[in-house]
Every structure is written in C-alpha cells, then in structure tokens.
C-alpha cells in the first residue's frame, strides 16, 4: 500500500491563481481531511469528509474548496491563491470518522503564495 | 476552538535522559492521541489513550490521562538521538459526531548525541 499520497510536493503561486492539491489513499479509507500546518500554529483543519459524496467545513475553510467523488481521492482546491495561504498542507484518512482511529498522514504539498 | 496546548514549546536533552511532554485541553473528550512530526515529514501516529484509560505504555513511550486536569503528558524513556522530532497531541470533543481531531502546537524535541 502507498498510504496517503499527495502531490505536488512543491508549488508557487501568484496571488489570484487557482491550483488543486491532489490527495489519494489506497486505504479504502471513509474518513479524509485537509490540514494547514502554519509556525506556531499547530495543524488547523481546513475540510473533512466522512465519506464518498460528504463533505463539511473544519476550523479555517475560508479560500479552499473540497469534493469527494471517489473513496480514494479527496482534492483541496484553491480558488484565488492569497499570500495567507502560504502554508504547508497535510492530506490524512482513517477508517472512519470515529477518533478512536489512527490517522495517517500524507507527507505534506509546500505552497508559497507570492 | 477546543485545542490542545503542549508544553514545552521546545525541548533540549541529552541521549539517555527520559523527555517529559504536556498536553492541556479545554473540554471533555473520547480520546487523545500521540504523534510524532521528524522535520519535512508527515505526522505518524504514536499512541492513543482513551477517556476512561489512565495510562498506556508503547515501548519507550508511556502516556499518562488525568481527565479531571484536561491533561496528559508523554513520556520518552532513554531518549536516542533518533527522537529528536516535534511532538503533538490530538484530542476529539464529546460533543462532536464527527471525529474531527483538533492539534495542539507541538513540543520541538532534540535529542544531543
């Protein structure tokens, strides 16, 4: 298994641009998440999905749209890029929306926004 | 937003000692776990400790609950140089039907050879 796979790795912006960060797990995981990661800041949830066709708002889904057409893919779009969200974004799944599972990580998509 | 808050922001030992890592949080919980970021990485699950457990050990880590605080710390005995990485703590809410874990800040460990 792959895990949780993201691309790309790297990306750079100019403010206005729109771009989609790709997140796919092979998993057959319900539960998919978007997280900005920012110094000093912790992880902040952006979007969740509790499965294929769900999709909810986390603490900071301003800027960022999601859609979950498949199990597996679960893409964070980006409508007008801001200097703001420059950030490191993780993609994550886990079995089910329950937290008592473990949620795995993808290995994150550097954005700098100029 | 309920979130957990680590403390020490920054944690500096020499291989060997145990490294002792804080977790306060606002409001009742179902879990919380344990992970652990290495620089440029993605997090990777340590452990996890339920609402009605008081302790649970992984090999060298031991994870500590005391609901009554809102607290729980994490414990790395005989630390390698290897550990030398951020650590978070992620809690749920009672109230929500949703899962949606909630990150503290993180505790910045390095481990001097």
């Known amino acids: 298994n792959a895990g949780v796979t993201q691309t790309p790795k790297f990306q750079v912006l100019k403010t206005g641009q729109s771009m989609t960060l790709q997140c796919a797990q092979d998993?057959?995981?319900?539960?998919m998440s978007w997280y900005r990661q920012d110094p000093g800041m912790g992880l902040r949830l952006i979007h969740y999905s509790v499965g294929a066709g769900i999709t909810d708002q986390g603490e900071v889904p301003n800027g960022y749209n999601v859609s979950r057409s498949t199990t597996e893919d679960f893409p964070l779009r980006l409508l007008s890029a801001a200097p703001s969200q420059t950030s490191v974004y993780f993609c994550a799944s886990s079995y089910s929306w329950d937290s008592g599972n473990t949620i795995y990580f993808g290995e994150g998509s550097w954005l700098t926004v100029v | 937003s309920q979130q957990g808050e680590e403390d020490p922001q920054a944690l500096s030992i020499q291989e060997g000692e145990n490294a002792t890592m804080n977790c306060s949080y606002k409001?009742?919980?179902?879990?919380l776990q344990w992970y652990r970021q290495n620089s440029g990485r993605g997090l990777v699950h340590l452990i996890l400790?339920?609402?009605?457990?008081r302790e649970k050990h992984s090999g060298r880590l031991r994870v500590t609950l005391d609901t009554s605080k809102k607290s729980s710390s994490l414990l790395i005995t005989a630390s390698r140089a290897a550990d030398t990485a951020s650590y978070f703590c992620a809690t749920d809410a009672v109230s929500s039907n949703t899962g949606k874990l909630i990150f503290g800040q993180g505790t910045t460990l390095q481990v001097k050879p």
């Open positions: 400790i339920r609402s009605n457990e």
């Open positions: 409001t009742s919980i179902n879990n």
């Open positions: 998993m057959n995981h319900e539960y």
